[in-house]
């Protein structure tokens, strides 16, 4: 069977592929709709694997009384065929719904996936203004498991209402008082678990949000060991792990304990209800109006019962697990990029003005901006590629999410009214005019799209995958070897591709964390400059590296990129000297613009010139 894992369409604008992100039981009811074919096979068959449960009373209290106690071999016989056949067919369907279960249970996983993949993408960098990076990957890895057991969950009890319900049905057909019995009493029991229900979700909801905070915190020690450790840091910061893992383990004990209690409900009320059936059904007996075979149907129906009334109960405990689940994904899922989507053809060589720095970024030129403050010329870097401004962060979690009840909501709520003020304020920025223009085209009236083609940047945030160097390089594949080793020579990258055992096929690791700082940053750089772009602008390109190895980056930069637009943020008098022409900011804005040799008059200049020659000797 090739089936697994199943394709999901979760990348084109289909409607399986736009959830319903207006609460989270509607999100759980669009998961449902949108793989109903598996849930209603998955759900038929476990009503048949129900059968053999629900029959057997039936069929065992027609072969004693039609057969046993009147000596009839044949009625015997066949009343037992026929409860074989029962018990064949079960077997089938259970292999049968397993099976289904898992194709539900995976296409629930994968597609949840896929869809934070999709979304990850299509918000590009508004994503970790959003939510944590912890977050993301809980609901990826986490949170889509918990949706395959909500599937799962919700088909098998659909079953067992079926089979609950046609148990009932030969209930009322031989005896109705205890059928009604039957019929008042089910619901009443699963509805006395209903008051453990809240506090089971206030307490999955903290485990929840600290476990994605948990995350968070791996994530960024992982990411930054090799800091940590050059200056002592790692100790303090395992430290931190260590108190916020055990804030999670006494969640995790907290939400176990409920669970414990929901599971105890079930069985204690469901145990109620059997001895109760029992004692009813052994004095119907006695009264007359049940027969030896109808009384051992009764027993046999009472303890099937069990069976789907426990469902029921994990039904509703599972069902909670889910919508904690899906709050925090709609959270990823609803935002959508505040960008409005222009209309106007963008240029094909074009001339960019910045307005609030005043820098004009010529066609075909290699402008270097030099600043003493580098955020001024890296929010530039931001504004030329209509990049939100970096100060901002995702609103975190509180300090302490160990509450219940109120306290926990209204944390919630504090969270969530945050979370909006913070796309309001994108959207605000986002929607207004750009300013930067493009052959005095605002940004805000281009595309997307066509300005992410067009305008590329490469800063010190740029970061490298787990694959080979060749993929790391070119991820879209649709360049030869020849660029790619020009690439590498342009970026003084020889090094890295004759350290890597298999060359082209060697593997790197997540974020480069096999190469050291200069090696990763060299790469990035070549990945950056095959892909051409006609405008390429690039933050600090060789903070990271000697000064021997940046003279040789500074001396091939430009002739490569002649003929096409780079604006580099630097303040290394190695590329300053090689650029056609350098723009000097003070407080943002630009004061002075010429070559390096030129601006070497100009006091503030050398200044911040003067700081790169010391740090390169």
């Not at 736009?18 to 038929?44: C, G, H, K």
């Not at 960098?125 to 919700?154: A, C, K, M, W």
């Not at 052959?439 to 800063?459: E, F």
Request: hydrophobic share 45%.
């Amino acid at each position: 069977m090739h089936d697994f894992p199943p394709h999901v369409d979760a990348y084109t604008p289909a409607e399986t592929s736009r959830p319903d992100t207006r609460s989270p039981a509607r999100f759980l009811a669009w998961l449902l709709r949108a793989q109903w074919d598996v849930v209603a096979a998955m759900a038929v068959a476990g009503l048949v694997w129900f059968l053999p449960g629900a029959l057997s009373p039936l069929l065992l209290g027609k072969a004693i009384d039609s057969g046993v106690l009147s000596g009839d071999m044949v009625a015997t016989l066949g009343w037992a065929s026929l409860l074989t056949v029962v018990i064949l067919l079960g077997a089938a369907a259970g292999i049968t719904q397993h099976t289904l279960a898992v194709r539900g249970w995976l296409i629930a996983l994968y597609g949840t996936q896929k869809l934070v993949t999709r979304k990850a993408v299509q918000l590009g960098h508004v994503l970790s203004r959003r939510l944590p990076t912890g977050e993301v990957l809980s609901i990826s890895s986490s949170d889509s498991n918990t949706f395959g057991q909500t599937v799962e969950v919700v088909s098998r009890g659909l079953g067992s209402l079926a089979a609950f319900a046609l148990v009932c049905t030969l209930m009322f057909t031989t005896s109705p008082p205890l059928g009604w019995v039957v019929l008042i009493a089910a619901p009443l029991l699963v509805g006395a678990a209903s008051p453990v229900l809240r506090p089971l979700n206030q307490a999955q909801t903290a485990e929840r949000t600290q476990t994605g905070e948990l995350t968070s915190m791996a994530t960024d020690i992982v990411s930054g060991l090799r800091i940590l450790r050059g200056i002592g840091g790692e100790r303090t910061f395992g430290a931190n792990y260590a108190v916020q893992s055990q804030k999670v383990r006494r969640l995790g004990v907290a939400t176990g304990t409920w669970q414990a209690v929901t599971e105890t409900i079930s069985v204690l009320l469901s145990g109620l209800m059997l001895v109760a059936l029992v004692w009813l059904g052994s004095h119907e007996m006695l009264a007359g109006r049940l027969s030896v075979g109808q009384l051992i149907s009764f027993v046999g129906y009472a303890l099937f019962l069990v069976w789907p009334l426990q469902t029921f109960f994990e039904f509703a405990q599972k069902w909670v697990q889910g919508l904690v689940s899906a709050r925090k994904t709609i959270a990823l899922l609803a935002p959508e990029v505040p960008f409005a989507e222009g209309t106007q053809p963008l240029p094909p060589r074009p001339r960019l003005v910045d307005a609030a720095s005043g820098v004009a970024v010529e066609p075909g030129r290699f402008l270097a901006v030099v600043s003493a403050v580098p955020e001024d010329s890296a929010a530039l870097a931001d504004r030329l590629g209509r990049y939100l401004p970096t100060q901002q962060s995702a609103p975190d979690a509180e300090e302490d999410d160990e509450l219940t009840g109120r306290a926990a909501r209204r944390a919630q709520r504090d969270r969530d009214v945050r979370r909006a003020r913070a796309a309001a304020a994108d959207a605000e920025v986002a929607g207004a005019e750009w300013g930067v223009s493009a052959d005095g085209v605002d940004y805000s009236r281009v595309p997307l799209a066509a300005l992410r083609r067009t305008v590329v940047v490469s800063d010190t945030a740029s970061q490298l995958f787990a694959g080979t160097l060749q993929e790391a390089l070119d991820p879209w594949g649709t360049h030869s070897r020849v660029e790619a080793e020009a690439v590498l020579h342009t970026a003084a990258a020889e090094d890295v591709f004759a350290g890597l055992p298999g060359g082209w096929e060697g593997r790197i690791d997540e974020l480069g964390r096999g190469l050291s700082g200069g090696q990763r940053q060299r790469v990035v750089l070549a990945r950056a400059l095959l892909l051409d772009p006609e405008v390429l602008v690039l933050v600090e390109p060789t903070s990271a590296v000697d000064a021997h190895t940046e003279a040789a980056i500074a001396e091939r930069l430009v002739p490569h990129r002649r003929g096409r637009t780079t604006v580099v943020m630097t303040a290394s008098p190695l590329l300053l000297h090689h650029a056609d022409e350098v723009s000097l900011l003070v407080d943002g804005r630009e004061v002075a613009r010429g070559r390096h040799a030129d601006l070497m008059a100009d006091l503030r200049y050398r200044a911040i010139v003067g700081r790169g020659m010391e740090d390169d000797e």
